[in-house]
């Protein structure tokens, strides 16, 4: 089994930058990939990025590209979502996710954490 645990969600202004955090424990996590999702409201949950444990593999959204950032910090079994140049249009709920391979679809992720909220004001 796999624990997840986000933070660093809140409030910001467009132009504005967020770090989120996903704290990530269990037995042989480090075996797992490790993704971020968001859910806007009435939007599907969509792939942001993610962050293979092994070999330092990433993937990110084209939506996000060049704006978000994902990292990991082995020691802390932490990955980070730094998101800078934030929209309006990334307002949403974001997750994370744990996966035995980088995987982009939702369904390919078995652990889920409890979300934690963004929103860009304009």
């Known amino acids: 089994q796999v624990q997840l645990v986000e933070s660093g969600g809140g409030l910001v202004q467009a132009g504005g930058s967020l770090r989120l955090s996903c704290a990530a424990s269990g037995r042989a996590i480090s075996r797992y990939a490790l993704g971020w999702f968001r859910q806007a409201p009435e939007k599907e949950r969509e792939f942001v990025a993610a962050?293979?444990?092994?070999?330092?593999?990433?993937a990110y959204a084209d939506s996000v590209r060049g704006r978000f950032t994902i990292s990991r910090d082995n020691a802390k079994n932490t990955v980070y979502l730094q998101m800078n140049s934030l929209l309006p249009e990334d307002t949403a709920v974001y997750y994370c996710?744990?996966?035995?391979?980088?995987?982009?679809?939702?369904?390919?992720?078995?652990?889920w954490g409890q979300g934690t909220q963004v929103t860009v004001s304009s």
């Open positions: 996710a744990a996966a035995e391979v980088i995987v982009r679809a939702p369904k390919g992720y078995p652990y």
């Open positions: 962050h293979g444990w092994i070999g330092g593999g990433i």
